[in-house]
T-cell receptor, first 113, second 115 residues
Framework: DAGVTQSPTHLIKTRGQQVTLRCSPK?????VSWYQQALGQGPQFIFQ???????QRGNFPDRFSGHQFPNYSSELNVNALLLGDSALYLC????????????FGNGTRLTVT | AQSVTQPDIHITVSEGASLELRCNYS??????LFWYVQSPGQGLQLLLK??????LVQGIKGFEAEFKRSQSSFNLRKPSVHWSDAAEYFC?????????????FGSGTQLTVLP
């Protein structure tokens, strides 16, 4: 049973560029959440997708957007990259509900130069 | 809004010694509380959670945590640490009231285990 898979594992971009990160949830899960983890910090919630809609959003600008597909996989898009966007981006899948257990992927390490 | 403080950035213990990692939260009511562990290059894994009921909760890998409302704390403990426990540990809080259902994480405690 495959867990949460994220691609790519590492990515280097230049300031001002755009990036797309991908996530496949654990089999049977229908909800995907994205977190940003800066170096030396805990994960910060970006947004959550369920039934192909953004259901909740953390304190992140509109440069951060996402999408969920009918097969429950998800993408995170970041436009106009800033140096401060350099971080580990974690995808977590779960079933819908009040604080179900989150299953995390290993993350995508984004470096913006 | 809820918040979490993990006062210890780095803790070093010897293998076989006991462990306690501190976590303090800020929230107006009883929150949902979690401990996650992150090994290098890995995502986070849930160790245990507290929603209600018995204030001492047992988790995986021999970990336990105790919810103390009077101290707004949810400290993680293990009686005897193994070398494989070396990792970063995150406390997180969720607010059961209102529409915001995301987790708020602390900044983590890095655990080093000496042989």
């Amino acid at each position: 049973d495959a867990g949460v898979t994220q691609s790519p594992t590492h990515l280097i971009k230049t300031r001002g560029q755009q990036v797309t990160l991908r996530c496949s949830p654990k089999s049977g899960h229908d909800t995907v959440s994205w977190y940003q983890q800066a170096l030396g910090q805990g994960p910060q919630f970006i947004f959550q997708y369920y039934e192909e809609e953004e259901r909740q959003r953390g304190n992140f600008p509109d440069r951060f957007s996402g999408h969920q597909f009918p097969n429950y996989s998800s993408e995170l898009n970041v436009n106009a990259l800033l140096l401060g966007d350099s971080a580990l981006y974690l995808c977590a899948s779960s079933l819908q509900g009040a604080f179900p257990p989150l299953h995390f992927g290993n993350g995508t390490r984004l470096t913006v130069t | 809004a809820q918040s979490v403080t993990q006062p210890d950035i780095h803790i070093t213990v010897s293998e076989g010694a006991s462990l306690e990692l501190r976590c303090n939260y800020s929230y107006g009511a009883t929150p949902y509380l979690f401990w996650y562990v992150q090994s290098p290059g890995q995502g986070l894994q849930l160790l245990l959670k507290y929603f209600s009921g018995d204030t001492l909760v047992q988790g995986i890998k021999g970990f336990e945590a105790e919810f103390k409302r009077s101290q707004s704390s949810f400290n993680l403990r293990k009686p005897s640490v193994h070398w494989s426990d070396a990792a970063e540990y995150f406390c997180a809080v969720g607010a059961p009231l209102g529409s915001a259902r995301q987790l708020t994480f602390g900044s983590g405690t890095q655990l080093t285990v000496l042989p």
